[in-house]
């Protein structure tokens, strides 16, 4: 099915673990992104890449990492895991015009 | 920096009632603009989306919203809302930066 694919779905880590979230899309779109999600607060921008090979910091960047592997694949690194990093977190992508984003079905992430 | 505000947090109505959900955005520049929605446990889906043309824009399940340039307002509007309709709605920002912003979210709440 096309579209955007994020694994694990649910994850509970401790304090000071690390994990990497994966994302990849089948639609050739140029753009991903990395959102986290908090109540009242909306979707927050963590890292994006405009393209293969480029990324950049969105709203909220610290306490994370990103690859872009290849032009399908963005990939979001927790080194060191705190609770204030306990969210729901999406992937997306888009098109070189950004005229439409698609976004996966998220990865409810909890730090104890 | 982008910023898009939705005035409305938590808004409860009965089945029937006319829904207008308000969005404002801070940049003065050509924009696209988006509206989400979330239904409970679910990733985001589009509702509309407004880039050049008609300022007033229809989207899915009889939604629609109208792009008011001078108030730099998008606000979402249906004439009679369905319990189906309970969900959380986003506004969203593009400005051509390949960055989505988006609002603080607000949750509808419809009872039947």
């Known amino acids: 099915n096309a579209g955007v694919t994020q694994t694990p779905k649910f994850q509970v880590l401790k304090t000071g673990q690390s994990m990497t979230l994966q994302c990849a899309q089948d639609m050739n779109h140029n753009s991903m992104y990395w959102y986290r999600q908090d109540p009242g607060m909306g979707l927050r921008l963590i890292y994006y890449s405009a393209s293969e090979g480029t990324t950049d910091k969105g709203e909220v960047p610290n306490g994370y990492n990103v690859s872009r592997l290849n032009k399908r694949e963005f990939s979001l690194r927790l080194e060191s895991a705190a609770p204030s990093q306990t969210s729901v977190y999406f992937c997306?992508?888009?098109?070189?015009?950004?005229?439409?984003?698609?976004f996966g079905s998220g990865t409810r992430l909890t730090v104890v | 920096a982008q910023s898009v505000s939705q005035h409305n947090h938590h808004v409860i109505l009965s089945e029937a009632a006319s829904l207008e959900l308000g969005c404002n955005y801070s940049?003065?520049?050509?924009?696209?603009l988006f509206w989400y929605v979330q239904y409970p446990g679910q990733h985001l889906q589009l509702l509309l989306k407004?880039?050049?043309?008609?300022?007033l824009v229809k989207g899915i399940k009889g939604f629609e919203a109208e792009f008011i340039k001078s108030k730099f307002s998008f606000n979402l509007r249906k004439p009679s809302v369905q319990w189906s309709d309970t969900a959380e709605y986003f506004c969203?920002?593009?400005?051509?930066?390949?960055?989505?912003?988006f609002g603080q979210g607000t949750t509808l709440q419809v009872k039947p």
């Open positions: 997306a992508s888009s098109d070189q015009f950004n005229y439409g984003y698609t």
């Open positions: 940049y003065g520049g050509t924009v696209n």
């Open positions: 407004y880039f050049s043309g008609d300022p």
């Open positions: 969203a920002v593009n400005a051509y930066t390949g960055k989505l912003i």
